[in-house]
């Protein structure tokens, strides 16, 4: 937890506390990512020519086809056709691949020994001579990268020797082509990137309210209705009164499509893992088989974003063999061992007064529609097991207990992942907190429109997927980590780049490299080096230019301060403002730390030396604190732990609504969570908090509130931190002066459904963080 919280108070771009700076002594000119387990560099390097030869051993077909791929590889930049050949050695000034069943390690381990007569690619298995060859291609100019021939090139390799292997055996990217539509061409690209940085898994979201993309034979309805809405939303959708483009908008992948991206990703070592949304987000199925819904429609396909009423009918025999027919063609395209039904934001409204899902309840003698959820789940499994196949969902599967094989990705924070995981069930962590890139990266007001939330490069290098409450033996359930990317404000490929990269990059070196080898420092240095290879690459990926970053973070201070900045990579310096102007090339020069004694902001960027680019603008606000008197009280009980909660049912668009309303109950909680299950009664809903908040030290304290959707906190009956809005996860900290004694404070939230998360966490005077959950406050007298 202490890493994840720091992020939110270090700046991007540079840090606002001293880093500590690599120790790598490697060879300059090697810059791979993800960071290999072991680099040594040697004297010399090895010189690619036309003479050069590949040879691969021993001779069958799939060692062949990695050698095949690094000759076409090499050949557009290089104009080279190098010979490729089968023996048992190596040949003077070749590239001998060579499967080694001596060498040990997880599924990808390989050896990369580069000298000046010969590269050497050692593995137990092809995979791992595949992911040799991306270092190899990573040890190349960029200029490799090119698809025409490079005639001022040298085609030099530096001598090193590698002994890599991956730290996770999941290691995935998510794209959704629902609410946008992307062609075979783009998705072959994507695959291609992912490839370039060793990861194996691609999760294609292929179904939702807004389109069904994927042909099935069976049901001809889902290409001809399912896969067209009538229009399209403008502007964001928490935005009243919805605007529309009035253009039709769709599109699908036949099958003949589809096996051909199968097909062209496992030559890449990726797995492709297809999502078909069930029980919920199944609304254009429904417009085009409307006898699959609990009320029979009509329905038609959804043109805003949102969580939507109308869901697969848990009550009627034809919805499951609708299902299992659609997933037998599934199977058929796609040879994944998992299928991903989904899952998520399935609302129960329509279950609750469906006699069918009634009468479903009652025969199979289930408690409520949260183990119907449960029954449908188990059902889905139990067929594809039948057919040798695993399901996954997101983390809602556990509602009404989990399928007995279900692998779960928990997106809404950590907690269902750590739920699954001590269930001894297998999981990935897929965090919005995180590993969302539908989210913001810099300030919104320069930037695309997108959902909400704010997750920077350096906050996706920081996440471990390993969480802190899980014992060794429970942490080995955990399979790696996947990134998200949900289209609703994404509409081109230029776009889907953007958000994509570079956190991918970021995101393939937390599944890859051992955390122990992990430096930001170092990352961002070798980041430097990657952007010329994307940029050959024709990647449109975010680069920091000259623009206001959001910040959730401020400084705080009591007296006279100093603020101590750090360049993000070698070759760089620091240029700031402290009059409220953006920065340039001639603002003044960071040389020693900035002191500080009043409130204002600090304006700084990064520039390179050499060119003179530089980065976004990184705001630091400043902010002179005095202190806050604690309430005098003598009836309060320090013994009395807990929190006290009035629940709202409803739908609210700010948290300043609920005081309007009479509570639907109330109560006390004491535990580790602000909103047990048993405190929710249906989504969506709002709450309010209240107690006490003891402080035993004099100081400046940081707190940051974080929430899906809104959340308002009050010190004192003061508003100290307004985290107001809905559908996305979003963090903001204050800094605050305390003294010993107690505080009020009211926390109040709403959930507009489809998941939620509440989280207050502060940072003490010694530096020291803290989780603070009800148990940490005390309840009202």
């Known amino acids: 937890m202490k890493n994840r919280l720091l992020a939110l108070f270090l700046a991007i771009g540079f840090t606002l506390f001293p880093g500590c700076k690599s120790g790598d002594t490697t060879n300059k000119k090697v810059s791979i990512i993800p960071l290999p387990r072991e680099i040594k560099s040697k004297q010399g390097e090895f010189r690619l020519t036309n003479e050069t030869q590949i040879i691969y051993s021993p001779d069958n077909e799939e060692v062949k086809s990695v050698a095949v791929y690094l000759a076409e590889l090499i050949s557009p930049a290089t104009g080279y056709n190098l010979s490729i050949s089968s023996a048992s050695a190596p040949k003077k000034h070749s590239v001998f691949l060579k499967i080694n069943d001596s060498i040990a390690g997880a599924k990808g381990v390989y050896q990369l020994n580069v000298s000046p007569t010969k590269v050497i690619i050692e593995a137990p298995e092809a995979i791992g001579l595949f992911y040799g060859v991306q270092s190899l291609r990573q040890l190349l100019p960029p200029e490799i990268e090119a698809q025409s021939v490079q005639p001022d090139i040298q085609w030099t390799i530096p001598s090193v020797m590698i002994k890599d292997e991956p730290r996770f055996q999941y290691r995935g990217l998510h794209l959704d082509v629902s609410r946008h539509f992307f062609p075979v061409s783009f998705i072959k690209k994507y695959i291609d990137l992912l490839a370039l940085h060793k990861m194996n898994t691609f999760h294609w979201h292929l179904t939702d309210d807004?389109?069904?993309?994927?042909?099935?034979?069976?049901?001809?309805?889902?290409?001809?209705?399912?896969?067209?809405?009538?229009?399209?939303?403008?502007?964001?959708?928490?935005?009243?009164?919805?605007?529309?483009?009035?253009?039709?908008?769709?599109?699908?992948?036949?099958?003949?499509?589809?096996?051909?991206?199968?097909?062209?990703?496992?030559?890449?070592?990726?797995?492709?893992?297809?999502?078909?949304?069930?029980?919920?987000?199944?609304?254009?199925?429904?417009?085009?088989?409307?006898?699959?819904?609990?009320?029979?429609?009509?329905?038609?396909?959804?043109?805003?974003?949102?969580?939507?009423?109308?869901?697969?009918?848990?009550?009627?025999?034809?919805?499951?063999?609708?299902?299992?027919?659609?997933?037998?063609?599934?199977?058929?395209?796609?040879?994944?061992?998992?299928?991903?039904?989904?899952?998520?934001?399935?609302?129960?409204?329509?279950?609750?007064?469906?006699?069918?899902?009634?009468?479903?309840?009652?025969?199979?003698?289930?408690?409520?529609?949260?183990?119907?959820?449960?029954?449908?789940?188990?059902?889905?499994?139990?067929?594809?097991?039948?057919?040798?196949?695993?399901?996954?969902?997101?983390?809602?599967?556990?509602?009404?207990?989990?399928?007995?094989?279900?692998?779960?990705?928990?997106?809404?924070?950590?907690?269902?992942?750590?739920?699954?995981?001590?269930?001894?069930?297998?999981?990935?962590?897929?965090?919005?907190?995180?590993?969302?890139?539908?989210?913001?990266?810099?300030?919104?007001?320069?930037?695309?429109?997108?959902?909400?939330?704010?997750?920077?490069?350096?906050?996706?290098?920081?996440?471990?997927?390993?969480?802190?409450?899980?014992?060794?033996e429970e942490a080995g359930y955990i399979l790696g980590a996947q990134g998200n990317l949900w289209t609703e404000y994404i509409k081109t490929q230029e776009q889907v780049e953007y958000m994509t990269y570079p956190r991918a990059i970021a995101l393939s070196e937390v599944v890859w490299t051992p955390e122990e080898k992990k430096n930001y420092y170092n990352f961002r240095n070798r980041l430097e080096s990657h952007f010329k290879r994307l940029n050959i690459l024709n990647v449109n990926y975010f680069y920091e230019v000259p623009k206001p970053i959001s910040n959730t973070n401020k400084v705080g201070f009591l007296e006279d301060t100093e603020i101590v900045l750090e360049p993000p990579f070698a070759g760089t310096e620091i240029r700031y403002t402290l009059d409220g102007s953006d920065p340039t090339t001639a603002s003044i020069l960071y040389t020693q730390p900035i002191k500080v004694n009043k409130t204002g902001i600090i304006k700084a960027i990064t520039v390179k030396k050499k060119t003179g680019e530089i980065s976004a603008v990184k705001e630091i606000p400043v902010q002179k604190v005095t202190f806050v008197q604690p309430l005098t009280f003598e009836n309060i009980q320090p013994n009395k732990k807990g929190i006290s909660y009035q629940y709202y049912k409803g739908s609210y668009q700010s948290v300043k609504q609920l005081n309007k309303f009479t509570p639907y109950k109330t109560g006390v909680i004491n535990g580790p969570k602000f909103i047990p299950e048993n405190v929710i009664e249906e989504e969506p809903f709002g709450v309010i908090f209240k107690a006490y908040l003891p402080i035993e030290k004099e100081g400046v304290y940081y707190f940051c509130l974080t929430s899906d959707d809104g959340s308002i906190l009050y010190l004192n009956d003061q508003e100290f931190i307004n985290n107001d809005g809905l559908h996305s996860s979003k963090t903001v900290c204050e800094p605050i002066a305390l003294k010993p004694g107690y505080y009020s404070i009211s926390l109040e939230f709403i959930e507009a459904g489809g998941g939620y998360k509440l989280e207050l966490q502060a940072k003490f005077p010694d530096g020291s963080i803290k989780d603070l959950n009800p148990s940490y406050f005390v309840t009202n007298p």
Not at 211 to 224: A, D, N, S
Not at 237 to 246: C, E, V
Not at 250 to 276: D, H, L, M, N, S
Not at 351 to 372: G, V
Request: negative net charge.
């Open 210 to 472: 807004q389109g069904w993309r994927l042909e099935i034979k069976k049901y001809p309805k889902l290409k001809e209705i399912a896969s067209w809405r009538k229009e399209t939303l403008i502007g964001h959708g928490g935005q009243k009164p919805f605007k529309y483009d009035g253009k039709p908008y769709g599109g699908f992948y036949t099958q003949e499509e589809a096996r051909e991206i199968v097909e062209y990703a496992a030559k890449r070592y990726i797995t492709v893992i297809p999502e078909i949304e069930m029980p919920g987000h199944a609304t254009a199925a429904l417009a085009a088989y409307p006898e699959l819904g609990c009320t029979g429609g009509p329905y038609e396909v959804i043109t805003r974003w949102g969580v939507f009423p109308d869901i697969f009918c848990a009550g009627k025999e034809k919805t499951f063999e609708f299902l299992e027919n659609v997933l037998l063609e599934v199977m058929d395209i796609f040879p994944s061992k998992y299928i991903h039904i989904g899952g998520d934001e399935a609302p129960k409204n329509r279950w609750e007064k469906c006699p069918y899902c009634q009468l479903r309840i009652q025969k199979e003698n289930l408690k409520d529609e949260h183990e119907l959820q449960s029954y449908f789940v188990t059902r889905i499994e139990k067929f594809l097991n039948q057919h040798g196949r695993q399901i996954i969902g997101w983390d809602e599967i556990l509602e009404g207990g989990l399928a007995p094989g279900a692998t779960v990705m928990s997106w809404r924070g950590e907690s269902g992942g750590i739920k699954a995981a001590k269930m001894k069930h297998e999981v990935i962590m897929t965090p919005n907190s995180h590993l969302y890139f539908d989210y913001y990266q810099a300030n919104p007001e320069n930037e695309p429109l997108a959902i909400g939330g704010f997750i920077p490069l350096e906050k996706v290098y920081s996440y471990n997927p390993i969480p802190d409450e899980l014992s060794p």
